[in-house]
């Protein structure tokens, strides 16, 4: 039986991709495309989820590719310009859930600095009952001791606990230790899956294209679409 439920951010209540900022700079998508696969790429990136200052973090990549300092500089000047908003339908799920009394976790890779802007663009974020956020643990998903550290922090069964995350490897990682988890595809596809777990009530077709945006971010939200 699930009695907690443990959202992911970024893919999932969040739609973030460093290309929604490149396209306005940069007319070639070839160009971006280089840039975020050899220059910024997604293993870099890492490292600052980890927690690395961006001073040391940017001046190796400016050390090695001088003549894309002012691109480099711009991942972190212009760093919410990589979001193209919440994912409303899913912040909804979330609302949901916790009006219906489970406690709520996010287990996300973020990097601490952003984090702390992200609270203030995202109010959402502040719905959570617990979180583990990488950059202020130094610990990073798909790293099981980021999983031990959720549970050991809040006092969870894996067993009694639902992980969601749209990356399959974060996936993996969390049925090793014996969680719940669900790969996020579409907050529909969520939706369906979570119902399959007695979330939520099964709908009748009458049910079916309702929606009660009363309670959640549908329309008239606080959450910033940018």
């Not at 790429?41 to 590719?65: I, M, Q």
């Not at 984090?115 to 099981?144: C, M, N, T």
Request: overall charge negative; proline content about 5%; hydrophobic content about 35%.
């Amino acid at each position: 039986m699930i009695k907690n439920i443990v959202f992911d951010i970024g893919g999932v209540l969040v739609d973030f991709n460093p290309r929604y900022l490149y396209r306005t700079i940069l007319d070639d998508n070839q160009d971006i495309e280089h840039l975020l696969t050899h220059i910024c790429t997604p293993e870099w990136n890492h490292t600052l989820d980890l927690g690395r200052s961006w001073d040391d973090a940017s001046v190796e990549l400016k050390n090695k590719y001088p003549e894309k300092s002012y691109l480099i500089d711009l991942y972190w000047e212009r760093w919410l310009d990589m979001f193209s908003g919440p994912i409303h339908e899913t912040v909804d799920i979330l609302m949901d859930v916790k009006r219906r009394g489970y406690p709520v976790y996010a287990l996300s890779n973020w990097n601490d600095k952003k984090f702390v802007v992200a609270l203030k663009e995202f109010p959402f974020l502040g719905l959570f009952d617990g979180r583990i956020v990488s950059g202020e643990v130094k610990l990073a998903k798909p790293d099981p001791a980021i999983y031990k550290l959720l549970l050991e922090s809040y006092r969870l069964n894996p067993r009694e606990t639902l992980f969601i995350d749209d990356l399959p490897k974060n996936i993996q990682a969390a049925r090793d230790l014996g969680f719940e988890a669900i790969q996020f595809i579409s907050p529909r596809d969520l939706e369906e899956r979570m119902t399959e777990y007695g979330i939520f009530p099964q709908k009748t077709e009458s049910d079916m294209g309702e929606h009660d945006e009363s309670v959640g971010c549908g329309r008239g939200c606080s959450c910033h679409s940018r």
